[in-house]
């Protein structure tokens, strides 16, 4: 196993988040200790250091809380509790430890829109309408028909409201039936959700991401959201085509003006404890920009954002440069988080590729165009592999969404499946047990262990990309500025003080001769790994998917 890396001399600054590398563990998929199949976090312990050794700064785990895991823990039953099915708070802890050691920091979810209907908050709203949390969760009456109050959609399909025989009222739901919505209005629940985040940050974390962070208001007078106006500017961000959902306009069920204010008592919180910090995930349409700037600026909200802007099947420079260019004209003084892959989407290096055999050049081009973006930016466990998405069978589906829409949709679960360790032990040394979802065949061949051996492989350059753009400041935090190409080539200069790097990405399937920028000269070409460019009489000579790093003069 390779040795973790010196600890980087930012990673105790009040602003280490800035410009950090996070790598997302799914902890159900990553390792499993006990043989059930399920993923712990003891077996994350066991493999901290080979996290420490890509080069990241961070760690973003997924839901381990209490939960009867209907949406695979995304449905909380206890805040504040670890599931007996990743162990312990004791263990929670031995963790923490071993991530300072390593330094590491580690971020955890919050999923705090809503809850499960097993939490003893909803057990309690739902037996009366006069019980102490009887206005905890969003409550209404029916219609006159006995219809639902208003045209409100789940994103997991239907109505985003569901009955109830008890208080003879629907109550409502962003998501699953049993994942009733918080009600935000209420003072009360704001306290005790917070409470709950204190009580993570007394045990050391470093930080959260917020889950669906614009989901936490509703419009109190429940009015009807209007049809959505198509706009190629935001299809499928929030939702598959398959899905009903995007055909309205989510006015009123999300991104309401109140919540700029619990965010602002959310800061508030985390400015008690030293140098933590918070991403929230933002999904709303071609408003997200609009809303990440909201959300992100003045210093007394969230410290970062992402979007899904980057999480779609178009790889392209000018996608790209729209995207990053979007978010510097909308968001002043806030702060982005970029990535390619994440546990809700199909793996990138399935939705980029145009033929099977580019798979390892666009796996190493996506992480070197991804590290040269201005951001912080976020590692999905596997893709340092350059695993695909994995193909599974109906039945071996466990994602309630997938279920729902499938075939038209096939879910989340191809890019859940177990991480591949070693080759040659079974279910690839995720598990002595038969795992959750079945280890993908394609995928033990690109196990750690060989590709640890193969110098030329997708995981050696990932580390090598991480170690190039930590030992240059520039593409920590300095100033990015785009230039003129033609629609293959990808190409913008970074920079901070005297130092300014020059990088041009072709993501062509061809090679690619362009002229240097007008006004810049070339004083060296940087060895950035994996790039094979050259500057030739005066012009750039790339081959097919590659790219070239120079300092200017």
Not at 218 to 232: F, T
Not at 301 to 318: E, I, Q, V
Request: glycine residues 8%; aromatic residues 12%; contains cysteine.
């Amino acid at each position: 196993m390779t040795k973790s890396p010196a600890q980087s001399p930012r990673s105790n600054a009040a602003d280490w988040w800035r410009g950090a590398v996070i790598y997302q563990v799914y902890p159900r998929s990553f390792q499993d200790t006990d043989g059930d199949g399920i993923g712990d976090i003891k077996g994350l312990i066991e493999r901290l250091p080979y996290i420490a050794s890509l080069g990241v700064d961070a760690i973003w785990l997924s839901p381990f809380f209490t939960s009867p895991q209907a949406d695979m823990g995304y449905d909380v039953s206890d805040y504040c509790d670890v599931d007996p099915m990743f162990g312990t708070l004791g263990d929670f802890g031995a963790m923490m430890k071993e991530a300072k050691r390593l330094g590491l920091k580690v971020i955890i979810d919050q999923v705090i829109s809503h809850t499960s209907d097993q939490h003893p908050w909803f057990k309690e709203s739902r037996a009366s309408r006069d019980n102490p949390k009887a206005d905890w969760y969003v409550w209404a009456a029916a219609k006159p028909d006995g219809t639902a109050p208003n045209n409100w959609l789940s994103v997991f399909g239907g109505p985003a409201w569901e009955w109830d025989g008890v208080r003879k009222q629907y109550y409502m739901h962003n998501f699953l039936a049993s994942q009733p919505d918080l009600n935000f209005h209420n003072k009360a629940v704001q306290d005790a959700v917070l409470d709950a985040v204190r009580f993570w940050l007394d045990r050391g974390v470093d930080g959260f991401r917020l889950d669906t962070v614009n989901y936490y208001f509703h419009d109190k007078e429940l009015r009807d959201n209007p049809p959505h106006v198509p706009d190629s500017e935001d299809a499928g961000l929030d939702a598959p085509d398959v899905n009903p959902y995007g055909m309205q306009s989510h006015l009123y069920d999300k991104t309401q003006p109140e919540n700029i204010e619990f965010l602002k008592r959310f800061r508030a919180l985390l400015d008690q404890y030293p140098d933590r910090t918070t991403v929230g995930e933002v999904g709303d349409g071609a408003r997200s920009l609009k809303t990440v700037a909201a959300y992100t600026s003045g210093g007394d909200k969230l410290h970062m954002c992402y979007t899904f802007d980057l999480l779609g099947p178009d790889f392209t420079p000018s996608h790209i440069r729209h995207c990053v260019e979007s978010f510097q004209k909308q968001v002043k003084d806030g702060w982005v988080c970029w990535a390619f892959s994440n546990h809700d989407v199909t793996r990138h290096v399935s939705r980029f590729v145009q033929q099977p055999q580019e798979r390892e050049a666009v796996a190493r081009l996506a992480i070197s165009v991804l590290s040269a973006l201005r951001g912080s930016i976020c590692l999905y466990q596997g893709e340092e592999l350059g695993l695909p998405e994995a193909e599974l069978a109906f039945e071996d589906l466990r994602d309630p969404y997938g279920i729902r829409f499938w075939p038209a949709f096939k879910g989340r679960d191809g890019c859940r499946t177990p991480m591949v360790w070693e080759e040659g032990k079974s279910q690839a040394g995720f598990s002595t047990g038969k795992p959750w979802l079945p280890v993908a065949a394609e995928h033990q061949a690109l196990s750690v262990d060989v590709q640890e051996r193969n110098g030329g492989s997708v995981l050696p350059h990932y580390r090598a990309t991480l170690a190039f753009r930590k030992s240059h400041p520039a593409l920590i935090d300095g100033d990015m500025e785009f230039l003129a190409t033609n629609e293959d080539v990808l190409a913008f200069i970074r920079s901070k003080g005297d130092d300014r790097l020059l990088f041009v990405f072709n993501l062509r399937r061809g090679p690619q001769e362009i002229g240097l920028p007008k006004g810049h000269g070339v004083r060296e070409v940087f060895p950035m790994p994996g790039l094979t460019g050259s500057v030739v009489d005066g012009e750039i000579r790339l081959g097919p998917l590659d790219g070239i790093c120079a300092r200017l003069s």
